[in-house]
Protein backbone atom coordinates (compact mmCIF):
# COMPACT_ATOMS: atom_id res chain seq x y z
CA UNK A 1 0.00 0.00 0.00
CA UNK A 2 1.20 3.91 -0.16
CA UNK A 3 3.19 5.24 2.42
CA UNK A 4 5.52 7.25 3.99
CA UNK A 5 7.73 5.65 6.67
CA UNK A 6 9.75 8.15 8.73
CA UNK A 7 13.38 7.72 10.58
CA UNK A 8 13.16 8.02 14.59
CA UNK A 9 13.45 10.48 17.08
CA UNK A 10 16.33 12.51 17.67
CA UNK A 11 17.68 14.61 20.20
CA UNK A 12 19.94 17.73 19.81
CA UNK A 13 21.64 20.36 21.70
CA UNK A 14 21.17 23.80 20.39
CA UNK A 15 23.18 24.62 17.29
CA UNK A 16 23.79 21.24 15.93
CA UNK A 17 22.09 19.95 13.30
CA UNK A 18 19.40 17.00 12.24
CA UNK A 19 17.82 14.95 9.44
CA UNK A 20 14.95 13.19 8.62
CA UNK A 21 14.37 10.75 6.10
CA UNK A 22 10.93 10.06 4.86
CA UNK A 23 10.95 6.76 2.39
CA UNK A 24 7.96 6.27 -0.12
CA UNK A 25 6.43 3.34 -1.15
CA UNK A 26 3.56 1.73 -2.94
CA UNK A 27 3.58 4.69 -5.60
CA UNK A 28 6.23 5.87 -8.28
CA UNK A 29 8.22 8.10 -6.25
CA UNK A 30 9.57 11.10 -9.01
CA UNK A 31 5.47 12.13 -9.63
CA UNK A 32 4.64 13.22 -6.74
CA UNK A 33 6.15 16.18 -4.83
CA UNK A 34 6.74 15.60 -1.03
CA UNK A 35 6.01 18.17 2.12
CA UNK A 36 7.45 18.56 5.06
CA UNK A 37 4.91 20.20 7.89
CA UNK A 38 6.08 20.50 11.82
CA UNK A 39 4.23 20.45 14.61
CA UNK A 40 5.55 21.99 18.08
CA UNK A 41 4.40 20.32 21.46
CA UNK A 42 -0.13 21.48 21.95
CA UNK A 43 0.57 24.01 18.37
CA UNK A 44 -0.80 24.18 15.24
CA UNK A 45 0.86 22.76 12.10
CA UNK A 46 3.42 24.37 10.31
CA UNK A 47 4.46 24.27 6.56
CA UNK A 48 8.46 23.77 6.68
CA UNK A 49 8.78 23.63 2.68
CA UNK A 50 9.20 20.98 -0.10
CA UNK A 51 10.40 19.06 -3.11
CA UNK A 52 9.74 17.88 -6.49
CA UNK A 53 10.66 14.73 -6.27
CA UNK A 54 11.11 14.49 -10.13
CA UNK A 55 13.31 17.39 -11.05
CA UNK A 56 14.87 18.66 -6.99
CA UNK A 57 13.61 21.55 -7.04
CA UNK A 58 12.46 22.98 -3.97
CA UNK A 59 10.89 25.81 -2.27
CA UNK A 60 11.09 26.97 1.74
CA UNK A 61 9.17 28.98 4.10
CA UNK A 62 10.84 32.07 4.93
CA UNK A 63 11.16 31.27 8.14
CA UNK A 64 13.79 28.78 7.98
CA UNK A 65 15.59 30.31 5.22
CA UNK A 66 19.34 29.63 5.44
CA UNK A 67 18.71 26.90 7.69
CA UNK A 68 16.81 24.03 5.93
CA UNK A 69 17.75 22.03 3.04
CA UNK A 70 15.25 19.73 1.43
CA UNK A 71 16.86 16.82 -0.94
CA UNK A 72 15.76 13.32 -2.05
CA UNK A 73 17.46 10.16 -4.05
CA UNK A 74 15.18 8.78 -6.28
CA UNK A 75 17.23 5.70 -6.17
CA UNK A 76 15.94 4.82 -2.74
CA UNK A 77 12.40 6.65 -2.95
CA UNK A 78 13.63 8.79 0.01
CA UNK A 79 13.30 12.10 0.94
CA UNK A 80 15.21 14.23 3.45
CA UNK A 81 15.20 17.08 5.70
CA UNK A 82 17.90 18.76 7.63
CA UNK A 83 17.78 21.75 9.48
CA UNK A 84 20.57 23.43 11.21
CA UNK A 85 21.64 25.75 13.90
CA UNK A 86 19.00 24.11 15.84
CA UNK A 87 17.17 25.75 18.87
CA UNK A 88 14.46 25.17 21.47
CA UNK A 89 11.85 25.96 19.51
CA UNK A 90 12.68 24.00 16.79
CA UNK A 91 11.46 21.35 19.41
CA UNK A 92 8.40 19.65 17.13
CA UNK A 93 7.42 16.57 15.17
CA UNK A 94 7.98 16.87 11.49
CA UNK A 95 5.93 15.19 9.22
CA UNK A 96 6.20 14.75 5.37
CA UNK A 97 3.51 14.36 3.24
CA UNK A 98 3.07 13.73 -0.19
CA UNK A 99 1.18 16.11 -1.95
CA UNK A 100 -1.95 14.95 -4.73
CA UNK A 101 -3.01 17.89 -6.27
CA UNK A 102 -5.54 20.99 -5.40
CA UNK A 103 -3.86 21.55 -2.83
CA UNK A 104 -4.16 18.53 -1.17
CA UNK A 105 -1.46 16.44 1.15
CA UNK A 106 -2.88 13.13 0.80
CA UNK A 107 -0.56 10.65 2.37
CA UNK A 108 1.30 11.52 5.87
CA UNK A 109 4.38 9.89 7.61
CA UNK A 110 3.97 8.90 10.87
CA UNK A 111 5.99 11.85 12.29
CA UNK A 112 9.36 12.46 13.80
CA UNK A 113 9.96 13.86 17.09
CA UNK A 114 13.14 16.56 17.19
CA UNK A 115 14.13 17.77 20.71
CA UNK A 116 16.25 20.20 21.07
CA UNK A 117 17.55 20.13 24.98
CA UNK A 118 21.22 21.38 26.54
CA UNK B 1 3.23 34.56 5.79
CA UNK B 2 0.30 34.45 8.77
CA UNK B 3 -1.38 31.40 9.46
CA UNK B 4 -4.91 31.56 9.08
CA UNK B 5 -7.71 32.20 11.38
CA UNK B 6 -9.89 29.27 12.70
CA UNK B 7 -12.09 29.93 15.36
CA UNK B 8 -10.36 27.98 18.67
CA UNK B 9 -13.10 25.56 19.48
CA UNK B 10 -16.62 24.58 17.82
CA UNK B 11 -19.09 21.83 19.47
CA UNK B 12 -22.59 20.63 18.73
CA UNK B 13 -24.28 17.61 19.57
CA UNK B 14 -24.56 14.50 17.93
CA UNK B 15 -26.54 14.63 14.73
CA UNK B 16 -26.01 18.29 14.56
CA UNK B 17 -24.42 20.27 11.96
CA UNK B 18 -21.21 22.80 12.31
CA UNK B 19 -19.55 24.56 10.35
CA UNK B 20 -15.45 25.98 10.78
CA UNK B 21 -14.61 29.15 9.13
CA UNK B 22 -10.91 29.73 7.97
CA UNK B 23 -10.46 33.43 7.07
CA UNK B 24 -7.46 34.05 4.96
CA UNK B 25 -6.37 37.00 2.65
CA UNK B 26 -6.59 37.77 -1.39
CA UNK B 27 -3.23 36.61 -1.34
CA UNK B 28 -3.91 32.57 -0.28
CA UNK B 29 -7.67 32.12 0.33
CA UNK B 30 -9.35 34.40 -2.13
CA UNK B 31 -6.39 33.75 -4.70
CA UNK B 32 -6.65 30.24 -5.40
CA UNK B 33 -8.98 27.47 -5.54
CA UNK B 34 -6.03 25.29 -3.69
CA UNK B 35 -7.89 24.68 0.04
CA UNK B 36 -7.87 21.94 2.00
CA UNK B 37 -8.49 20.58 5.39
CA UNK B 38 -7.12 18.00 7.67
CA UNK B 39 -8.37 15.95 10.82
CA UNK B 40 -6.17 15.49 13.22
CA UNK B 41 -6.57 13.23 16.25
CA UNK B 42 -4.41 13.29 19.30
CA UNK B 43 -0.63 12.01 18.90
CA UNK B 44 -1.84 11.28 15.09
CA UNK B 45 -0.42 12.23 12.28
CA UNK B 46 -3.34 14.42 10.36
CA UNK B 47 -5.94 13.18 7.42
CA UNK B 48 -6.91 15.11 4.31
CA UNK B 49 -10.52 15.32 4.28
CA UNK B 50 -10.68 18.10 1.75
CA UNK B 51 -9.00 19.39 -1.01
CA UNK B 52 -9.31 21.97 -3.64
CA UNK B 53 -11.84 23.86 -1.64
CA UNK B 54 -14.82 21.40 -1.98
CA UNK B 55 -13.13 17.45 -2.97
CA UNK B 56 -13.33 14.60 -0.82
CA UNK B 57 -11.22 12.32 -1.44
CA UNK B 58 -11.78 8.34 -1.88
CA UNK B 59 -12.93 6.94 1.27
CA UNK B 60 -13.95 9.99 3.22
CA UNK B 61 -17.71 10.48 4.62
CA UNK B 62 -20.05 12.70 2.54
CA UNK B 63 -20.72 14.03 6.25
CA UNK B 64 -17.91 16.74 5.26
CA UNK B 65 -18.27 19.49 2.72
CA UNK B 66 -16.12 22.08 1.74
CA UNK B 67 -16.50 25.45 -0.05
CA UNK B 68 -15.14 29.09 -0.37
CA UNK B 69 -16.61 32.47 -0.31
CA UNK B 70 -14.11 34.94 -0.87
CA UNK B 71 -11.41 34.75 1.77
CA UNK B 72 -12.72 32.86 3.47
CA UNK B 73 -13.23 29.33 3.41
CA UNK B 74 -15.88 26.64 5.16
CA UNK B 75 -15.48 22.85 6.04
CA UNK B 76 -19.33 21.34 7.35
CA UNK B 77 -19.61 18.45 9.52
CA UNK B 78 -23.48 16.95 9.21
CA UNK B 79 -24.96 14.19 11.32
CA UNK B 80 -21.80 14.50 13.93
CA UNK B 81 -20.80 12.39 15.50
CA UNK B 82 -18.47 11.30 18.26
CA UNK B 83 -15.67 10.14 16.19
CA UNK B 84 -15.36 13.43 14.73
CA UNK B 85 -14.17 15.24 17.95
CA UNK B 86 -10.77 15.99 16.91
CA UNK B 87 -8.44 18.95 15.85
CA UNK B 88 -9.25 20.14 12.06
CA UNK B 89 -6.53 22.50 10.13
CA UNK B 90 -7.35 24.57 6.60
CA UNK B 91 -4.10 24.81 4.44
CA UNK B 92 -4.28 27.18 1.61
CA UNK B 93 -1.43 28.08 -1.52
CA UNK B 94 -0.38 31.57 -1.51
CA UNK B 95 0.99 34.23 -3.60
CA UNK B 96 4.43 33.17 -2.54
CA UNK B 97 4.46 29.56 -3.89
CA UNK B 98 4.23 28.41 -0.58
CA UNK B 99 1.40 26.87 1.84
CA UNK B 100 0.51 28.04 5.23
CA UNK B 101 -1.67 26.55 7.55
CA UNK B 102 -4.80 27.45 9.66
CA UNK B 103 -4.78 28.27 13.70
CA UNK B 104 -6.70 25.16 13.60
CA UNK B 105 -10.04 24.42 15.62
CA UNK B 106 -10.99 21.72 18.19
CA UNK B 107 -13.99 20.46 17.28
CA UNK B 108 -16.15 18.81 20.59
CA UNK B 109 -19.06 16.15 20.88
CA UNK B 110 -21.56 17.17 23.52
Known amino acids: QVQLVQSGAEVKKPGASVKVSCKAS????????MHWVRQAPGQRLEWVGWINAGNGNTKYSQRFQGRLTITRDTSASTAYMELSSLRSEDTAVYYC???????????WGQGTMVTVSS | QSALTQPASVSGSPGQSITISCTGT?????????VSWYQQHPGKAPKLMIY???NRPSGVSNRFSGSKSGNTASLTISGLQAEDEADYYCSSYTVSSTYVFGTGTTVTVL
Open chain 2, 52 to 54: GVS
Open chain 1, 97 to 107: ARYQGGGGFDI
Open chain 1, 26 to 33: GYTFTAYA
Open chain 2, 26 to 34: SSDIGGYNY
